[in-house]
């Protein structure tokens, strides 16, 4: 079982829906998450954070927390072309290390 | 710009040759993260620093690989006698304190011929 896994891509859907990311982890001792974009050929860049369960809104972006299923997820609202990129789910594991999941990729199409 | 620079951005090697890639973190972040991604996978830990302790060590990380951020500033990543299986893109990361977000540098490409 992979420590991490995000729902296989690619996920493509019509600007202006929402997109869904889905995450589960392995690790129970996990504390903090964290959701990461990553365009094409750059470094990821911080989207989210949540540490504790339940919904955490930043504009158009919601990231929803269950430990007990070992669930986290990322919804985009009205999801624009710029949205286009790689999602990464984040756990923070023993020692404060990141364990990245494999990435989903977005298409909004226009 | 996160703020976190690596340099080179780029470095073509040939088999066999040790390599060096330096990173500089945000200046008051005491963590310092090192991992490496290959295309279509998400970011792997190598390792990381609290000041100018090595904390932890991925298991995966072989003998060839050795780290240092001898002041706690800056950091560098050795790889000696380069393989081709080392060709990635090596990522830096900084944060304040444990459970802070890790800011990204913009990342060293290797590229092993």
Redesign the interface.
Known sequence: QKEVEQNSGPLSVPEGAIASLNCTYSDRGSQSFFWYRQYSGKSPELIMFIYSNGDKEDGRFTAQLNKASQYVSLLIRDSQPSDSATYLCAPETSGSRLTFGEGTQLTVNP | D?GVSQDPRHKITKRGQNVTFRCDPISEHN?L?W?RQTL??????LT?FQNEAQ??KSRLLSDRFSAERPKGSFSTLEIQRTEQGDSA?Y?CAS?LT??D???????TRLTVL
């Open positions: 996160t963590r993260y991992y279509g996978q998400g970011p792997e830990f990381y904390l932890e893109m990522l944060s444990v459970m977000e890790q800011f990204f540098g913009p990342g």
